[in-house]
């Protein structure tokens, strides 16, 4: 049996979740790879390593602990994507598989990322980015082959679509974010989210990804919902209608464009119906027409998911001699 | 450069726009994998194989043809499977690959078709079988390796979302049919799909395939639209919803379900504006929640790239050595 050790940058409820898993799912894994794994650094801001010096840092662990594979889970910095990207650039420069679950690298420096990844022989995959484990990097790559992306569309950001609704019952915005907070659906700092930072990132990673753009965050139109008011709701209602806070990307004259930016959508249209936490997806291609994927209330297991099945498509291609180290 | 040699049983719009796309992309298959695809039979009902013998029926070209992969689409039977099933279990006895776009033999005998293919070394897909090409079997063996489907919703025929959607219009029903059989969305004899046979076909074959049960459509507690009247359809909507015809499958006590049957949608609801040819299916697994995935109005390419996925599979899996034949 082999064993493939694992170094993890971030340990928060993410973090936690995937190892719980991981250990749950250690005998099937064992069963139907004959492999097991192994944390050999779990590193927190405040802690360092758990299981080596508290004195290592993330970035520490990435360029000299003895891993296989790197799991990325650091706080998002949607401006920059650092430091993620140095630390998958520490471990893709040893020729270390990466897994990240931070939309930043892939929103800022995808291309660069994935080039290295392919001169040094080893996987860097990302699952996760976007819609948690939802299959969306991995439904293009393996069930759309020869299929060309054309068009993606969708709401991406659960609190936005959180606040649109509350504001829909009538509730005024200061106390929505508090009640949000509460409940964990807003960040301490909803800016991010309310300005519309964070779809201008998932929908640039998208594109990025799916589309062969070579785009940053800042290159994406985006509005957010910072002007929406009680009567812009009212209004829209009267219209038949919602507003919804819309990701979009599109290809014009062999350019790639994305925009973010609050909608009316009519009640009877599928986006309407996407409540709470919930994400939608449409992907336009070339010889599928359109799809659409829906994740319904996502928990912190969906994003353990995506890391696992990340891992677990690391073991598969190594098992096929896809990669070779 | 390999070439790989197929049998088609079956030559109707599908099939044409299956042999188009696969000469359409006969340049990048060639280049990714260095392989050439070769027509050797293409057998109809009235004109034997049009590339050999007219007195060649489609068993003759199954049992006796010198090919590698059948491609098999003849008519649809809900009620038995038939001829499909025979077609198949000859080219599998024979180490033969094979597709189908035919949901009968999924139906009627998924388990002791893939286990047949399994023992001789060959590949039986049928991702054609439900919602054309949209990736449904591929998506939950590739993406969503580890999680058990506990459950599968949806609404997967288009004629009766077609007829409801017109019924809601205050169109009589053999206005509808007459309508619909023009624009080519209404059979010939509409009964299979009105009944519900098709939508129990479908379920059964998903119930199969991914919650592992040994059902045929008989079994599922069916339902159809017959009895539905333009007054259910407005007492439906003075409650603030739509009629809809959903499928659904589960797990209760070891034993799976599956049940076809008419709806009371909320307009609220996602289901709801699912109209026309369009089709949704909600897939709930253990680890990953909820993901419902729609197809919106599909056309035949949908199906011809159904086909051909699965002929690039069979393309791939014999490149990394998977198969050995």
């Known amino acids: 049996m082999q064993t493939i050790k694992l170094a993890m940058l971030g340990y928060g409820n993410a973090g936690k979740a ?40 993330a970035i520490d662990v990435a360029q000299n602990a003895d891993y296989d594979v790197l799991i990325e889970l650091t706080p998002l910095n949607i401006m920059t994507g650092q430091p993620a990207i140095s630390h998958i650039e520490a471990a893709l420069s040893r020729g270390k598989d990466v897994i990240t679950a931070n939309k930043g690298p892939i929103a800022h420096a995808y ?7 392919q001169q040094n022989g080893c996987s860097f995959l990302y699952e996760t980015t976007v819609m948690d484990g939802t299959p969306i990097f991995n439904l293009v790559h393996d069930t759309l082959k020869f299929c060309m992306v054309t068009e993606v ?32 659906f807003v960040e301490a700092d909803p800016l991010m989210d309310i300005e519309g930072y964070d779809s201008a990132g998932k929908i640039t990673a998208l594109l990025n990804v799916l589309m062969d753009a070579e785009m940053t965050p800042d290159q994406v139109d985006r509005k957010g919902i910072e002007e929406i008011s009680y009567k812009d709701i009212k209004d829209a209602a009267s219209k038949g209608c919602k507003i919804k806070l819309v990701c979009k990307g599109w290809r014009e004259h062999g ?63 190594e098992e096929d001699g896809v990669i070779e180290e």
């Open 111 to 117: 291309k660069r990322l994935a080039k290295m990844a």
């Open 153 to 184: 569309s969708g709401i991406l950001n659960s609190t936005t679509n959180f606040i649109l609704e509350e504001m829909e019952k009538g509730f005024p915005m200061d106390q929505i974010l508090e009640q949000g907070r509460a409940i964990g």
């Open 18 to 57: 995937f190892k719980d898993l991981l250990e749950e799912k250690a005998e099937a894994l064992a069963e139907a790879y004959d492999t097991s794994f192994e944390f050999v650094s779990i590193v927190t801001k405040s802690k360092g390593d758990l299981l080596g010096s508290p004195n290592d840092t």
């Open 255 to 317: 350019k790639v464009y994305g925009r973010v930016a609050p909608e009316y959508i009519p009640l009877t249209h599928l986006y309407s119906t996407i409540n709470g936490t919930s994400s939608i997806l449409s992907i336009t291609t070339d010889l599928m027409g359109k799809l659409t994927i829906i994740e319904e209330d996502p928990e912190i297991l969906q994003t353990a998911y995506g890391v696992f099945s990340d891992l677990v498509r690391i073991v598969e291609m």
